[in-house]
C-alpha cells in the first residue's frame, strides 16, 4: 500500500517537474526561433530594399532605380547583416534570368538559385523558406527579384540549443527524480510508521481483549445455571458474544497483515465450489435463492485457507445484504490471464462514494442494518488484505439491481 502511494508521489511530482521542463524548453525555443527568423526577415526585408541591379538598359524596365533612403533599422550597419549570406536572382516578366548574386559560389551554384527562384515565382508566395534559405519574392516593377538568405547558421544554432537544453533537462530530471524519491520516501514514513503502530495497537487489543471476554462468557454460563433464565444474564451473555466476535475479527485482521502467506499451488474451481457448499442450507433458511457456477483447472498461486476464507467472507456478505426473497450468485471463470471471481446479490445500489470506502476498516455502508447484527466493517478489509497479499484486485459494482464483488488473481499456466 505504501509503496503505491510512494509511487504516486513520485510521479506526481515528476509529471510537474516534466511539464514545467517542456513548457519551460517551449517558451525559450520558441521565443528563440521567433526572434531570430523575424531578425533575419528584417533583414532579408532590408536587402531587398537595398538592392540594385547591374545598369543594363536594355533589360531592366526601370534604368533610373535608385539606392532608397535608409529609413528604419539600419541593419546593413550591423555585424549581424555584413556577416550573413544574401543570394539574389532577378527574373524578366517573360521568365529570363537578368542577374544572379551569388557571393558563394562554391556553396550553392547559380543554376541551383536559379531552380529555386523559378519555383518560388510559380508558387507565387512573397515569403517562406525553401531548401533551407529564407525567401523574398518582390516585383520590381520591370522585373521579378527573389532574395535568399541563408539559413544554416541560424538552424545549427537552434538545434544547437535545443540539444543541450534536452542533455543538461534530462540529467536535471534524473536528479531531480532520485530526490522526488527520497521526498517521497520521508513524506510517507510518518504514515507507516502510524499504520504499523495502528496494526499492532489492533493485535495488542485483541489479545488483551480475548481472555476477559472469555472469562464473562464462562461465568456467565455457570451463573445461568445457578439461577437459571435470567433477562440482565441473557443481555450480558449476547453482548460478551457480540465482543467476542468483534476480538475475533480484530485477530484475523491483525493475523493476515502481519502473518506471511503459504504460498501453493490452488485449483481454484474446487476451492470454490467446496468453500460454497455450506453455504446452500445457510441461503436456503434465510428464504433466498443460490446459483454457483465455478469453472474448472484454474490455478492460482496462493494460501488455500486465506482463498477460502475470502470466498467465506464474500458470500456471507452476499447473504446478509441480500433483499428478501433475492438470488446470491457466485461465479468463477478465466479471463484475460486471470481467475475471476464474482460474487452478486440482489441489493440496494451503493453509490460510488461509498464504493471507494466499502473496504476500509470498521466502514458499514448500512449502520443501522448491522448494528444489531455481528457485521462491525472488518471482513471486507479482510478480503482486500488477502487479494492484495495474493497479488490481485478487489472491487465492487452494482448494474440491474444487483451487488457485485469481482476479485481478479493472476493465473498460474
Known amino acids: 500500500m505504501f509503496k503505491k502511494t510512494r509511487r504516486k508521489i513520485v510521479a506526481a511530482i515528476m509529471a510537474v517537474l516534466v511539464f514545467l521542463w517542456v513548457g519551460t524548453l517551449g517558451i525559450i525555443y520558441g521565443s528563440s526561433y521567433y526572434e531570430v527568423s523575424n531578425r533575419n526577415r528584417e ?45 539574389s536572382v532577378a527574373v524578366s516578366k517573360e521568365g529570363k534570368t537578368l542577374e544572379v548574386n551569388n557571393p558563394h559560389a562554391d556553396v550553392r551554384g547559380n ?37 535568399f538568405m541563408d539559413n544554416t547558421i541560424m538552424r545549427e544554432s537552434m538545434t544547437t540549443l535545443f540539444r543541450y537544453t534536452v542533455i543538461f533537462g ?12 527520497y521526498l517521497a520516501r520521508k513524506i510517507v514514513e510518518p504514515l507507516e510508521e502510524s499504520y504499523q503502530r495502528q496494526k499492532q495497537f489492533i493485535s495488542d487489543a485483541g489479545h488483551e481483549l480475548k ?50 502467506f503459504q504460498m501453493e499451488m490452488i485449483d481454484m474451481g474446487r476451492l470454490t465450489c467446496g468453500e460454497a457448499l455450506p453455504f446452500e442450507s445457510v441461503i436456503f433458511e ?25 470466498v467465506s467472507i464474500l458470500l456471507d456478505n452476499a447473504v446478509s445484504h441480500c433483499k428478501k426473497g433475492g438470488e446470491v450468485s457466485l461465479t468463477l471463470k478465466s479471463e484475460r490471464n486471470q481467475a ?6 440482489d441489493g440496494e445500489e451503493i453509490p460510488e462514494k461509498r464504493q471507494k470506502q466499502i ?8 449502520e443501522a442494518r448491522d448494528s444489531e447484527g455481528k457485521h462491525y466493517g472488518l471482513g471486507l478489509a479482510i478480503a482486500k488484505t488477502i487479494v492484495t497479499a495474493h497479488g490481485g484486485k478487489i472491487q465492487v459494482g452494482w448494474a440491474d439491481g444487483k451487488v457485485e464483488f469481482k476479485v481478479r488473481l493472476p493465473l498460474q499456466k
Open 211 to 260: 481472555t476477559p471476554v472469555a472469562v464473562v462468557s464462562a461465568n456467565a454460563e455457570l451463573l445461568s445455571r445457578e439461577i437459571g433464565g435470567n433477562q440482565w444474564l441473557a443481555n450480558i451473555q449476547y453482548e460478551n458474544e457480540r465482543m467476542g466476535t468483534l476480538v475475533g475479527q480484530l485477530l484475523e485482521l491483525a493475523r493476515t497483515e502481519q502473518v506471511a
Open 43 to 87: 533583414m532579408l526585408n532590408r536587402h531587398v530594399e537595398l538592392y540594385m541591379p547591374e545598369p543594363l538598359p536594355d533589360l531592366w524596365a526601370a534604368p533610373d532605380e535608385r539606392r532608397p533612403d535608409r529609413e528604419g533599422p539600419h541593419f546593413e550597419d550591423t555585424p549581424a547583416f555584413q556577416l550573413s549570406t544574401f543570394y
Open 340 to 345: 475471476v471471481l464474482s460474487v452478486a446479490n
Open 286 to 310: 434465510s428464504g433466498l435463492t443460490f446459483r454457483c457456477q465455478a469453472a474448472d483447472h484454474l490455478y492460482v498461486n496462493g494460501d488455500g485457507a486465506k482463498l477460502r476464507q475470502l
Open 111 to 147: 543554376e541551383e538559385l536559379e531552380q529555386i527562384a523559378r519555383e518560388v515565382i510559380k508558387e507565387g508566395k512573397e515569403r517562406g523558406i525553401k531548401n533551407n534559405l529564407i525567401y523574398r519574392m518582390e516585383d520590381k516593377g520591370g522585373y521579378i527579384l527573389v532574395a
Open 170 to 181: 534530462g540529467i536535471v530530471l534524473v536528479v531531480l527524480f532520485f530526490l522526488a524519491v
Open 359 to 366: 473496504f476500509e476498516r470498521f466502514y458499514r455502508a448500512d
